[in-house]
């Protein structure tokens, strides 16, 4: 490949990266501004519990920008109502031949693994989809714990900029909470939300 070809290439990729940071989402996940796990609930319309089936990565319907669809597998809904047993997420970036799209700080949802996932059907480049639109923030890995499951916020692998009571660490922090102990708190917190306060 000539140089020039090259040279052209590398601008597009630098572009696109820096559209998708600028473009993507809502100022939280742009700053990465450290989210609350109420915050998470009450923020986004949909929470499940799945593992990955596949990934695959294509253009926007103008072919201006790079997509990820996910398939997940829906083990168990937390908030929202989900028609089929098997959702898309769509995330922004991805690779198609030689070319790549990163977004950083982005979602990273790998086939064949399980998350706890925040969605919103939000504006993307060129379409509207369900997305993880709080970015790591919105993603919890499934990983083992000495007496069960952890749900460890793909956050705690980025820099998060503290939050009001000045703590900076995501929901679970580096060792993650237990599943069922979050499990019980997103449905507490889904409970609390929908209960009118009484003056």
């Known amino acids: 490949m000539h140089w020039k070809e090259l040279a052209k290439r590398g601008v597009m990729i630098f572009a696109i990266i820096a559209l998708a940071v600028s ?11 450290r989210m609350s796990l ?18 695959v990565s294509r253009w926007n319907d103008d072919h201006t920008f790079m997509l990820t669809d996910v398939r997940v597998a829906i083990e168990e809904t937390f908030k929202g109502r989900v ?40 504006e993307l480049p060129g379409t509207r989809a369900l997305t993880v639109r709080d970015h790591v923030q919105g993603a919890f890995d ?18 998060l900029l503290p939050d009001f009571f000045g703590n900076a660490e995501p929901p679970g922090g580096k060792e993650g909470i237990y599943l069922e102990e979050m499990i019980e708190s997103i449905r507490q917190i889904e409970k609390r939300l929908k209960t009118p306060e009484v003056k």
């Open 83 to 122: 028609k089929n047993d098997v959702i898309t997420v769509t995330l922004m970036g991805g690779h198609i031949g030689d070319m790549t799209t990163l977004v950083i700080g982005s979602a990273e949802l790998v086939p064949g693994n399980s998350y706890v996932l925040f969605l919103n059907r939000e």
């Open 142 to 159: 499934i990983v083992p714990g000495q007496t069960g499951p952890k749900a460890v916020s793909q956050a705690s692998q980025h820099p």
């Open 38 to 55: 109420d915050e998470l609930v009450a923020d986004n319309g949909t929470i499940v519990m799945g593992h990955v089936l596949d990934a």
């Open 23 to 33: 473009l993507t989402v809502p100022a939280s996940a742009t700053t990465l501004k």
